[in-house]
């Protein structure tokens, strides 16, 4: 491959131009030198163009194999490959390059050069070429962003790549595959975490029982997906997000983590509490999310024995009976963190008229065999004047005796930072109104043993959108300390 930086000047051959490089080195003490100048990827032998015009950086005689190879993986990949051009030691370091990230700007191509083909051509052919020639091991990381090529790879070439490339030892696979990609590689044995994220055209997914070391498995919105089956043995945490469809668990006695959101669609907490038991009845955290839900919740009599920690998101369910929700807390006895999302104050209840009944009489029913012994925290974020959720409030506390702490946020979240979350007036006003129904309704029956937290809208951020001279007239307050303690 010539030199075209000078027409001018006659191209040199390369064998020639590698020889004097040797001789350079060999004369210089065996000094290395690296292009300052772009180049593109040579697709044979991991080569690339080097300008004549080099700077020298190091002394390769005075390294040791291991690390000259460790400075050589923290070169970007067009740098390290570069590298591979001119130095025998940094050739062999360029077969166990661990950090292998393929894409469009990795090799600095144009996007506008050659047509649609040709550019997937021109990539697939240099992905090729350096799995190829590359030994297999030492890969860490293995990046590839295949959706381009769909119109050129094959999933049998694909298939011959992960082969290549997945060896014991590799921390991340990621990878963007063609739209019509219809089936699942079979070489990564030692995959310990794989993702599946907006694959429509899958219809049937079904994890194979060689992926041993599989312990991670994440489904997100794969729109046309139908059914799930899981045959790899150590899968402990599983998160899926779309509609209620089959799952099958082949062993889900080691299942420990669920996450079930059905944010966009209906029927995930009637789904969880009518097949989720058969499929991992040993969970220890699960966590779910609907925007939809059937007026009544069916009664459920097989119990999660494991389980502790229990998440539920209501995204912005109008008219939701959270009483209803006893059913899942009735099934839990081990529980002992319950977390709920009432769906925040923007969701105005249908029964929010607190003058219409009395804390005594209504807002306590007792439900028969409904105790939670080991129960210790209770955090409800959104807390509105809904009186359902009152109920439940009063229902928890009543039926928790080991119970520690309560924590009722009447806005729509503080996040980790600690920083409120914007809220309008209308959501302002509804959640000083549900500050006025803890303090009527739940502040009174709180134990004394119980550290009662809550948290009430931003006096700078929420409270002025009111303009009122004093809005603690609406009994808003940052703590309500427990009179009893």
């Known amino acids: 491959m010539g ?17 004097r490089q040797r001789a350079k080195t060999k004369h210089d003490g065996s000094r290395v030198s690296l292009s300052t100048t772009k180049g593109a990827l040579c697709q044979q032998n991991d080569t690339l163009e080097v300008a004549e015009n080099s700077v020298p950086l190091i002394e390769l005689d005075k390294f040791p194999e291991d690390i000259l190879h460790h400075i050589h993986s923290q070169l970007p990949l067009r740098d390290a490959a570069r590298a591979a051009c001119v130095s025998h030691r940094f050739l062999r370091s360029w077969r166990r390059y661990p950090n292998l990230t393929f894409n469009w700007e990795a090799f600095g191509l144009n996007m506008n050069e050659r047509t649609e083909y040709g550019r997937a051509k021109k990539l697939v052919n240099i992905i090729h070429t350096i799995l190829e020639n590359h030994s297999g091991t030492g890969v860490k990381t293995l990046k590839l962003q295949a959706r381009p090529c769909g119109s050129v790879i094959t999933s049998n070439q694909l298939d011959i790549w992960l082969q290549a490339a997945i060896k014991s030892g590799i921390v991340e696979l990621a990878m963007d595959l063609p739209r019509d990609y219809g089936c699942l590689f079979s070489c990564a044995m030692s995959l310990e975490k794989l993702e599946l994220s907006q694959c429509d055209g899958i219809t049937f997914l079904k994890i194979p029982s060689h992926l041993q070391q599989l312990n991670f498995l994440r489904v997100f919105l794969c729109r046309n997906l139908q059914m799930i089956e899981i045959y790899a043995p150590k899968v402990s945490t599983f998160l899926f997000m779309g509609p209620p469809m089959k799952i099958s668990i082949s062993n889900a006695s080691q299942m420990k983590s669920m996450s079930m959101n059905g944010e966009l669609y209906s029927g995930m907490f009637h789904y969880a509490l009518t097949k989720l038991h058969s499929i991992a009845s040993n969970l220890q955290t699960l966590v779910l999310v609907s925007s939809k839900e059937v007026v009544d919740m069916p009664s459920q009599t097989s119990k999660f024995l494991h389980l502790k920690h229990l998440k539920i998101y209501c995204a912005e369910i109008k008219c939701f009976d959270f009483c209803s929700l006893v059913s899942f807390l009735k099934v839990c006895p081990a529980l002992e963190h319950f977390f709920l999302s009432a769906g925040g104050p923007y969701i105005v209840p249908q029964d929010s008229n607190l003058e219409d009944y009395s804390a005594d009489s209504s807002l306590i029913r007792n439900v028969p065999d409904f105790h939670l012994d080991r129960l210790k925290k209770v955090t409800i974020v959104g807390f509105c004047s809904s009186r359902s959720l009152i109920k439940l409030t009063c229902q928890i506390i009543e039926a928790s005796s080991s119970l520690q702490r309560l924590v009722m946020d009447t806005t729509s979240g503080y996040g980790n930072s600690g920083i409120c979350e914007n809220m309008d007036r209308k959501a302002t006003m509804e959640a000083l109104r549900g500050v006025e129904a803890i303090k009527k309704y739940v502040k009174g029956k ?16 929420h409270i002025p959108k009111l303009k009122m001279s004093n809005p603690r007239d609406f009994g808003a307050m940052r703590l309500i300390p427990n009179s009893q303690t």
């Open 446 to 461: 709180v134990p004394s043993r119980v550290s009662l937290e809550v948290l009430e809208p931003c006096d700078r951020c």
């Open 3 to 19: 030199n075209t930086g000078d027409s001018k000047r006659k191209p040199m051959c390369r064998s020639v131009w590698l020889r």
